[in-house]
């Protein structure tokens, strides 16, 4: 992967604490401000109230088991000296196995635009950023399974439609107005195996949300300013690889047109997606949603919805009345689909040189199963892609409110039902300058 360049090449104006933690020699009732007095557990970094320009570093070698990192509005950095979670010593990446713990409470606040998505309830998170900003993690690994012996849901099926909701890093921005500032760098998160289901409740690797806050006439509307999330390593996740975005104000975007006045004052903002690579991802491998002119690029996606299937994804799931209360069944196969790469109601989303290929199981099950998905947005740009070896076309064009797509100087080599898929009447769509190789027998579109 590319090197990463400095986020932040400002001198810090506070060089703050530093506090180390080692699962093997440590002690929770040491000071915890020296390798020889390190701390022993994740809890005691979690009762800490972190400063501008404090730091964090796990010991390499350490196995933190049954635990979780939280952290929240009072853990903030700022712009010149951001709070730094990191690894000294040598020796493997600290690992953080959450094992079903790390236990919160998400809510939307309000029901979401497909009134049985799950909008509220229990989750577990390897890592919980909420309300917290200038924060950067980075060499961390994290998984969050069913299979250890400890977890409460050891024994119950993996593709359980009531099974908890699970993440490696999941963020919510809800009290604190405009959340700038997020750095996820270099981190390796497997083997979540989240709710396949439950497409909104931070199932997955990396999943950042937009909560209502308890009161937005005072912090102001709930939105990112820069999250960046670079050179990860995600392997086996459900559901999703890496989502960001989904916003409590989605009610503010359901046209196809999308206004720069409604992107300033709803939608979050610079967002960088790159240099990750993601494979044997249940559902679907990158979404941007709610965002304006985020950028994805030099990312590489193997084996995406992997559990889209009719074995796999087979269980009726809850349908919801307004309150998001159970008050019956969906039918089987509810919500069965997904994609590779792809924006939802975002503004000038550019997605160039990723890689994404063997994306899976849309003839057995998954309505979708494309590399490159321009849905309901305006203003998306594909360009400079690669994909191959996928089992839908090469791209879909989704709807009335997709408009303004390009789709250029990409190369598809021999998608299993050809290159464009344009699913209903998307409005403008540009596509020019690429190269298919399409396999024999298949027709053009």
């Given at each position: 992967?590319?090197?990463?360049?400095?986020?932040?090449?400002?001198?810090?104006?506070?060089?703050?604490?530093?506090?180390?933690?080692?699962?093997?020699?440590?002690?929770?009732?040491?000071?915890?401000?020296?390798?020889?007095?390190?701390?022993?557990?994740?809890?005691?970094?979690?009762?800490?109230?972190?400063?501008?320009?404090?730091?964090?570093?796990?010991?390499?070698?350490?196995?933190?088991?049954?635990?979780?990192?939280?952290?929240?509005?009072?853990?903030s950095g700022t712009a010149e000296a951001p709070v730094k979670i990191s690894t000294y010593g040598k020796g493997d990446r600290p690992k953080i196995n959450t094992n079903g713990h790390?236990?919160?409470?998400?809510?939307?606040?309000?029901?979401?635009?497909?009134?049985?998505?799950?909008?509220?309830?229990?989750?577990?998170?390897?890592?919980?950023?909420?309300?917290?900003?200038?924060?950067?993690?980075?060499?961390?690994?994290?998984?969050?399974?069913?299979?250890?012996?400890?977890?409460?849901?050891?024994?119950?099926?993996?593709?359980?439609?009531?099974?908890?909701?699970?993440?490696?890093?999941?963020?919510?921005?809800?009290?604190?107005?405009?959340?700038?500032?997020?750095?996820?760098?270099?981190?390796?998160?497997?083997?979540?195996?989240?709710?396949?289901?439950?497409?909104?409740?931070?199932?997955?690797?990396?999943?950042?949300?937009?909560?209502?806050?308890?009161?937005?006439?005072?912090?102001?509307?709930?939105?990112?300013?820069?999250?960046?999330?670079?050179?990860?390593?995600?392997?086996?996740?459900?559901?999703?690889?890496?989502?960001?975005?989904?916003?409590?104000?989605?009610?503010?975007?359901?046209?196809?047109?999308?206004?720069?006045?409604?992107?300033?004052?709803?939608?979050?903002?610079?967002?960088?997606?790159?240099?990750?690579?993601?494979?044997?991802?249940?559902?679907?491998?990158?979404?941007?949603?709610?965002?304006?002119?985020?950028?994805?690029?030099?990312?590489?996606?193997?084996?995406?919805?992997?559990?889209?299937?009719?074995?796999?994804?087979?269980?009726?799931?809850?349908?919801?009345?307004?309150?998001?209360?159970?008050?019956?069944?969906?039918?089987?196969?509810?919500?069965?689909?997904?994609?590779?790469?792809?924006?939802?109601?975002c503004k000038n989303a550019i997605f160039q040189y990723n890689e994404c290929f063997t994306t899976l199981n849309a003839s057995k099950g998954n309505g979708d199963g494309q590399p490159?998905?321009?849905?309901?947005?305006?203003?998306?740009?594909?360009?400079?892609?690669?994909?191959?070896?996928?089992?839908?076309?090469?791209?879909?064009?989704?709807?009335?409110?997709?408009?303004?797509?390009?789709?250029?100087?990409?190369?598809?080599?021999?998608?299993?039902?050809?290159?464009?898929?344009?699913?209903?009447?998307?409005?403008?769509?540009?596509?020019?300058?690429?190269?298919?190789?399409?396999?024999?027998?298949?027709?053009?579109?």
């Open positions: 992967m590319v090197p990463t360049v400095p986020v932040n090449a400002k001198e810090h104006a506070a060089t703050g604490t530093t506090y180390y933690v080692d699962s093997k020699d440590g002690n929770d009732s040491n000071a915890g401000t020296s390798e020889s007095k390190a701390f022993k557990t994740l809890d005691k970094v979690n009762d800490l109230n972190l400063e501008p320009g404090d730091t964090v570093l796990l010991k390499k070698g350490s196995v933190f088991e049954d635990q979780a990192l939280k952290f929240t509005k009072e853990d790390g236990l919160w409470e998400l809510n939307y606040g309000t029901p979401l635009d497909n009134q049985n998505h799950k909008w509220k309830g229990t989750v577990s998170s390897s890592i919980l950023i909420e309300d917290a900003e200038y924060l950067e993690i980075e060499g961390l690994e994290l998984t969050n399974d069913r299979k250890s012996a400890t977890d409460t849901e050891k024994d119950k099926a993996y593709n359980d439609a009531y099974a908890m909701d699970r993440t490696g890093v999941a963020g919510v921005a809800k009290d604190n107005g405009k959340v700038d500032h997020i750095v996820l760098n270099d981190l390796y998160i497997h083997d979540v195996t989240g709710n396949v289901y439950n497409k909104h409740m931070t199932n997955g690797g990396i999943y950042f949300i937009v909560a209502k806050p308890t009161n937005e006439g005072e912090t102001g509307i709930a939105r990112y300013n820069d999250i960046q999330i670079r050179n990860c390593s995600l392997n086996t996740v459900n559901r999703w690889g890496i989502a960001v975005g989904y916003t409590y104000q989605w009610r503010q975007f359901t046209t196809g047109a999308l206004s720069d006045a409604v992107m300033d004052k709803y939608a979050s903002s610079n967002v960088v997606i790159e240099n990750n690579y993601l494979n044997h991802v249940g559902g679907d491998a990158i979404t941007t949603m709610y965002l304006d002119r985020p950028l994805i690029q030099y990312n590489v996606s193997e084996n995406g919805s992997e559990q889209i299937n009719t074995t796999d994804y087979s269980q009726q799931q809850p349908r919801l009345d307004a309150n998001g209360n159970e008050i019956g069944k969906q039918n089987v196969g509810a919500g069965r689909v997904a994609a590779g790469i792809w924006p939802w109601k490159w998905d321009a849905d309901y947005g305006d203003g998306t740009n594909y360009q400079y892609n690669y994909s191959h070896g996928n089992t839908a076309s090469t791209i879909m064009f989704c709807g009335p409110e997709s408009i303004n797509n390009t789709f250029r100087y990409n190369i598809s080599q021999y998608e299993d039902m050809g290159p464009l898929d344009p699913a209903g009447n998307s409005g403008n769509c540009q596509v020019y300058n690429n190269t298919f190789y399409i396999k024999e027998g298949l027709n053009t579109i």
